[in-house]
């Protein structure tokens, strides 16, 4: 059964750059038809898309955070990568990773991670 | 960008009981509407895709209609795991561009 688990630091500084990683086991990573990305959901809120990519090269991105933002993939480790530069408080959250299922008509999230919390703060 | 608006943001109802919750996009999204359960400190689960299909594994009591701009999340027989919030999420936009409601608690009366 594929399962998706997030890493990296809890803690990051105002003005750094938050990196997480999510390591895939239990099935494939390069199947057809799925993409892999990230949601976070600040505290006491709701979800909020970050973006996805397929081999790395293929992404799309939340506009808002587009400029800040950027997925990769370490195909030979099973794992995708979140970097997100100039962090602020605001970009406090519990970030998911997440398998997004590309279907013929709709996209879905249908795996998720456990979540990492991050917290933005010097 | 589309804009996803839940309804109501909570809900109070009995084991047994039919609720239906309600989503509404800024815009038409045709049937490309999906809708998630999320538990208290667990990640959300996808529930129905595409408006109207169910998830493998997901009970038969929940159930998904509506095209447009209107979609329902109907849940029968309430059950007390079904006690949760409950999030819509669009798929429309190309370049995708994913956008979630702002989320429904469904608690217990």
């Known amino acids: 059964q594929l399962q998706l688990q997030e890493s990296g630091p809890g803690l990051v500084k105002p003005s750094e750059t938050l990196s997480l990683t999510c390591t895939v086991s239990?099935?494939?990573?390069?199947?057809?038809?799925?993409?892999w990305g990230w949601i976070r959901q600040p505290p006491g809120k709701g979800l909020e898309w970050i973006g996805n990519t397929y081999n790395g090269g293929n992404t799309f991105y939340n506009p808002s955070l587009r400029s800040r933002v950027t997925i990769s993939v370490d195909t030979s480790k099973n794992q995708f990568s979140l970097n997100l530069s100039s962090v602020t408080a605001a970009d406090t959250a519990l970030y998911y990773c997440a398998r997004l299922w590309r279907g013929y008509i709709f996209d879905a999230f249908d795996i998720w991670g456990q979540g990492t919390v991050v917290t933005v703060s010097s | 960008d589309i804009q996803m608006t839940q309804s109501p943001s909570s809900l109070s109802a009995s084991v047994g009981d039919r609720v239906s919750i309600t989503c509404r996009a800024s815009q038409s999204i045709v049937d490309y509407l999906n809708w998630y359960q999320q538990k208290p400190g667990k990640a959300p689960r996808l529930l129905i895709y595409a408006a109207s299909s169910l998830q493998s594994g997901v009970p038969s009591r929940f159930s998904g209609s509506g095209s447009g701009t209107d979609f329902t999340l109907t849940i029968s027989n309430l059950q007390p795991e079904d006690f949760a919030t409950y999030y819509c999420q669009q798929c429309y936009s190309t370049p995708p561009e994913f956008t979630f409601g702002q989320g429904t608690k469904l608690e217990i009366k």
């Open positions: 239990g099935g494939s990573f390069t199947s057809s038809g799925y993409f």
